[in-house]
Structure formats: C-alpha cells, structure tokens
C-alpha cells in the first residue's frame, strides 16, 4: 500500500489565520495509512499527483491529527483541516472519494483562538519553540479560546501564596516582586506561579494561564491570622491562590478573609489532597473552606474514554488513569473485566466535600519546578490540587482583565455557570455533591465575561443543573439567554440584564422556599465597580450569624 505523505503548511501570521481561517473535521477512510505531516517547502507526496496539487493550490492549509490521544478507530483516522478556503474539506471528499469520505465544519467561534508560540506540541498550527511540551491540560481548559479575547494585563495582579518566586526568571523578570521573603519548598512556588501566569509567547517555557498578569509573591502558612494574605490584598492583588491548607478552623483567619473579600481581592485555595477512602466527603481544609473562598479540586483531563488508556498493575489488574472528566486519577474494572463498567479507585481522588467549589487539571500538569531547578522536562503524577488550583486563579486573573468590576459573586458565577457538568458520568456518580459544579472552563468562563460586558453580543447560560449557590449575572448584552440550564432547590438567580433575557428549551427554574429567580430589566445598566469598603469597616458575618 502506498505511503501517504501529506505537506504540513504553517502560515506565519498566526492570528489572521485562526481568525479568518474555515475549521473542519476531515476523515480519512478505513485501512489507508496515516497522514504524515511533514514540514518542508516542497509540494507534498501523497501518492497522488492530482491531491498534491489540490492541497498545495491553496496557500497556508494545515492538516493535522485532530485526537492525539484517542484510540477510538474513527477518530484515530480524522484530522483537522485549517484554510483559508471555506469549502475546501467538501471539495477533497467530493473529489477524493478513494481517500476522504467524512468531513464536518467547526462552528466560526471555533476559529476564535490564538496559540502562543510556546503553546507546546497540541499546537493545531504546528508553530511552536516547546515542540517537546505535553501541555493538553491547555486544551481541555480551552485556554486558545480565553486568549482570542484577553491574554492578561499588567495591571491585573495574581498573589502567590505558595513559596518564593523566581522573579529574575525569563517567564517572570519585569512583571514579578517578592513581597515577604519565603522558602524555595522543591520549587513549588515557582510551578504554581508558572501555571497562573508565567510569560506566554515569548519562546520559552509554558504559557500560564493570565500570561501577561502581574505576580506579587508571599510566604505561606500563617493559619491563625493570614497576615500575608491580608496584606497582599492591600498592596493590590486581585486573585490570592493559596496552594496548601490545614483541617484546623480559625474564627480569626475567617475575619481575615472577610477583611480581603470586602477589600476586593479573590480568594483561591486548594481543597487538599486527601483522598476520598480516607474522608468520605467529610474533610475541610483551610482556607479553601472558609465562607468567601473558592474551593478547588482535581479531575483528569486527558483521555476521551477508559479504554484510550488501559494499563496493568503490579499485581495483572487492569486499570485505566487519567480519563476525561473522571474526579480520580484511576480506574478499575470489577473482577477485572474490561466489558463492566469502571469504577474510580477512592484512594486515587484528591480531597472532595461541599464545600468545593470547581475542580481543575492535576495530573499531567507541566513541572515548571524541575525544570528550573533541574532543567528536565517533567509532569505531575499525581491528584495533588496545588498545580489544579492556579489554573483557576489564573482564569479568574483573564476575566478581571476584561472587566475589572466584577465581584466576588460574579466571578464565582461565572466559573460555575461555565464549567463543564460531570454529573452524568456513572464513576462520579457515588461522589456527586461534593465535587462543586464540575470542570473548570477557561475559554467559556472569558467567552461569557466578554458577552456580558459587551452590547453587541448574545450572553448565553447555559448545560448546568443547579440546586445549591447564589448566582448574579449583570448583562449589558443586546440579549441574555438561558438554554438548558435548571435552577432548583435551594439555589438561587439573580440577572439583571439592560437588553432582553430570553429562556429558551430546556430551561428549568424551579427553587424551593430556600432559593429564589429573580430576572430584571434596567435600560440604565452600565458595568461599573462597587465602592470599596472603608478600612475601618466592621467585618461581615457568616449567613445566619448576628454580631
């Protein structure tokens, strides 16, 4: 059988293409081998004279596969087509029958992206200096999508409560300070200051996700008072990611996050590490779990399904590790049969409990650690939620960057609103309510920010099933639409939308006594900032509780 060699074709001005460029899904059919890409400036060697010429007629075409990690034979076979000809994926399976026979175009949002130069090797463009860099967990965040709207902003500034910074480093030099001085501890302030924001497109290292944001850097610990933490948020940070924790509760530190919170900064916490066999649900760590704290968690975030990633252990068990949207890092199989359905290993989850909030990447995540200290190209391995929870102050650090007047309420909102709902899987099953509201979102959390502020564009809620937390929307857009979003028990809405809001199918709003919907028009809505409390404010007290 003839070889098929295919001419990867990479156009230099990389925005113009994602931006105007026609996305599709190209299938190749059964037994042909596959696709090579090759990057050279000869014409590409199909075998087929008249395909070469075909491919090669339009300038900056790129063809690649589209699902590195599926072992799933139909999509193994399909590729993503990338032209500035629209209709070019129709024409080749038209004219091709003998190698093509599927194609499926990409909504035009879907070319609404941008790919730093240091994106890694899931780059769909091919143009990247990090070719060696497994950064998927970028994918899965949609991050491309979040950095066609924003990339960040100098003036937006992520606090790094986690360990010292490296602030002399190419990814941090200019845009760091070292507010109190802290221990290295192996490196790990410098991978979750490196996930939240080290410098992207700059040909070196990884992307954080609020790549051009500003980082101040403190020490950690101090579970009493959060005298560090307080102080960040007056010297200006906006999002606080703290990255550790203890199971002591400390009516003075929950003062101090009420004193951050009504100062106006974000407060991120990691929800823990221990694992589900040893908790059942039933363990808080601080200060993820204080009142005004978004919680967060880990979820695998690789394979589209068990089967794309089965392995033996020590003992001949199959396993599968690293599943799509799966809240533990491993699965097993009952009486090790791979035809029954997989079941999370409890001891393989990070900490779980109702006071999680979202859940981000951990496994997988680039070590940004090792490869300053030990210049090696490492990952994580395990569930940890320390790498998970800058993923989400970084998020939080690209929404601010669109609209600084979003509060605490809003944000949280929003992630949650965006977030993808891993209710239906059956292994999250036994841990439903205490996983929050699912998978972090990066690129639908800025998409939504965006639409919000933004009179010209459609706002839409939507494929989320609430029945806990308060949600506030304000929207400027010309219509606010809710699509199959439920609203139950005890959750409650609040929209407050100058132009239309407009339910459409699927939408359920249905609160018990302890929820509540309320939905208003106000023509005069503009998005502006709330005063800050003054410092010598008292500190409010949790729901329920009177001075």
């Not at 308060?470 to 609040?494: G, M, P």
Request: net charge negative; aromatic share 10%; charged share 20%.
């Amino acid at each position: 059988m003839r070889k098929i060699l295919l001419l990867l074709l990479v156009l230099s001005a990389l925005p113009v293409l994602g931006q105007e460029a026609s996305w599709a899904y190209l299938r190749m059919k059964p037994d042909l081998p596959a696709l090579e890409d090759k990057e050279a400036t000869a014409s590409a060697a199909t075998g087929s004279e008249t395909l070469d010429t075909k491919l090669n007629a339009v300038p900056n075409t790129i063809l690649r596969n589209a699902f590195l990690y599926s072992k799933n034979p139909v999509l193994m076979r399909t590729y993503l087509l990338i032209s500035t000809q629209e209709d070019l994926a129709q024409q080749l399976v038209e004219e091709f029958p003998e190698y093509f026979e599927f194609y499926e175009n990409l909504k035009p949002e879907d070319a609404k992206v941008f790919y730093p130069n240091d994106y890694g090797s899931t780059n769909p463009l091919g143009t990247t200096t990090t070719e060696g860099f497994t950064l998927d967990y970028l994918d899965f965040l949609d991050a491309p999508k979040a950095w066609y709207y924003t990339t960040g902003s100098r003036d937006i500034i992520i606090g790094i409560s986690d360990g010292r910074l490296d602030t002399t480093n190419v990814d941090f030099k200019g845009k760091s300070r070292q507010l109190r001085s802290s221990s290295v501890s192996n490196g790990h302030g410098y991978s979750i200051s490196a996930n939240a924001a080290a410098q992207g497109n700059n040909g070196y290292g990884i992307p954080g996700i609020c790549y051009d944001c500003s980082i101040y850097g403190t020490s950690y610990g101090y579970f009493k008072t959060l005298e560090q933490l307080v102080e960040l948020s007056y010297a200006g940070a906006h999002v606080i990611n703290c990255s550790w924790g203890s199971h002591i509760y400390y009516e003075t530190a929950q003062q101090a996050i009420y004193e951050i919170y009504n100062n106006g900064s974000i407060m991120v916490a990691a929800a823990h590490n221990k694992d589900w066999k040893v908790t059942k649900g039933q363990k808080p760590y601080y200060p993820a779990s204080y009142d005004k704290v978004i919680s967060v968690s880990a979820v695998m975030h690789r394979y589209d399904d068990p089967a794309d990633n089965i392995l033996i252990d020590v003992k001949d068990n199959f396993y599968s590790a690293n599943v799509k949207n799966i809240v533990g890092r491993t699965m097993g199989y009952p009486n090790n049969d791979l035809e029954a359905e997989p079941f999370v290993w409890p001891v393989s989850t990070a900490n779980l409990n109702k006071e999680v909030d979202i859940l981000a990447p951990s496994v997988g995540l680039f070590s940004y650690s090792k490869f300053i200290l030990k210049d090696t190209i490492s990952y994580s391995i395990s569930e940890t939620t320390s790498g998970a929870t800058p993923l989400v102050s970084g998020t939080i650090g690209l929404m601010l960057s669109l609209n600084l007047c979003l509060s605490f309420e809003e944000v949280e909102s929003i992630l949650k609103a965006t977030s993808t709902n891993i209710d239906s899987l059956e292994a999250n099953k036994r841990f439903k309510g205490y996983y929050g509201s699912g998978s972090l979102n990066t690129g639908r959390a800025v998409i939504l920010t965006h639409h919000l502020m933004t009179p010209e564009e459609e706002a839409v809620i939507e494929n989320q099933v609430f029945d806990r937390w308060d949600f506030e929307f304000r929207s400027v857009a010309r219509n606010t639409i809710l699509r199959n979003q439920v609203f139950r028990e005890s959750s409650t809405l609040k929209i407050e939308a100058k132009e239309g809001i407009e339910l459409q199918p699927g939408v359920e709003l249905s609160p018990n006594a302890s929820g509540s919907i309320l939905l208003t028009m106000n023509p005069d809505l503009e998005i502006s900032c709330p005063e800050k409390q003054p410092e010598n404010r008292e500190v409010i007290l949790p729901k329920g509780e009177s001075p």
